[in-house]
């Protein structure tokens, strides 16, 4: 049964990046399959921000894309979310998650909260 | 991109059916049949619980149904149960993108 846990830093400057990662666990990276990063601001609903395959090729919303980075290390089979020059409106809880061809999300990282303050 | 439109809530009570809706464009929600829902109870990650309009993966119960007409997608839960009150959000493939829905709070009366 695969598994994803995020990791990373629980608060973050203004100005600064938001980096986090996600541990797949049961399952190979490699072996296929679409990896994904939704984030939910407090109170609010869900958002996608953007989708990664095992080759590297990386899909981002459009409205977050200046500032959105994905990667992949297959050899510790996880992938990482870069977000740059973040505000307060990037607090939210960031989710990772596993999209496979039909473009749902069937497993889901429990989640991890990001708080943006000085 | 735009979110796709959910009402805000909607509620019955247990043993009824509800369905609520979940409206977008040509663009995402009209081009394919290629949309999601997730029930999300408080503080808890998202559950996956419809894919491609109206298939229902392993492990969800039958009460719960999708629907597509149009532009608007649609889901139903059949026998209300007190544990369906949750946060209900549609997903919909939209290019090489995909876009949410605002969410739609269940109340069971």
């Known amino acids: 049964q695969v598994q994803l846990q995020e990791s990373g830093p629980g608060l973050v400057k203004p100005s600064e990046t938001l980096s986090l990662t996600c541990a797949v666990s049961?399952?190979?990276?490699?072996?296929?399959?679409?990896w994904g990063w939704i984030r939910q601001p407090p109170g609010e609903g869900l958002e996608w921000i953007g989708t990664i395959y095992h080759t590297g090729s990386t899909y981002y919303n459009p409205s977050l894309k200046s500032r959105v980075t994905m990667s992949v290390d297959t050899s510790k089979n996880q992938f990482s979310l870069k977000l740059y020059s973040v505000t307060a409106a990037d607090t939210a809880v960031y989710y990772c998650?596993?999209?496979?061809?039909?473009?749902?999300?069937?497993?889901w990282g429990q989640g991890t909260l990001v708080t943006v303050s000085s | 991109q735009s979110a796709l439109t959910q009402p805000a809530s909607v509620s019955g009570s247990p043993g009824q059916s509800i369905t609520m809706s979940c409206t977008g464009t040509s663009s995402d929600v009209g081009s394919h049949n290629l949309v999601s829902w997730y029930q999300q109870h408080p503080g808890k990650a998202p559950k996956f619980m419809i894919y491609?309009?109206?298939k229902r993966p392993s492990g969800v119960s039958n009460r719960f149904s999708g629907s597509k007409s149009g532009n608007t997608a649609s889901l139903t839960i059949s026998g209300l149960q007190a544990e369906d009150e949750a946060d209900y959000y549609c997903c919909s493939y939209a290019g090489t993108t995909l876009v949410f829905g605002g969410g739609t709070k269940l109340t069971v009366l």
């Open positions: 049961g399952y190979s990276i490699s072996s296929g399959y679409f």
């Open positions: 491609e309009v109206g």
């Open positions: 998650a596993r999209r496979p061809r039909d473009y749902s999300f069937d497993n």
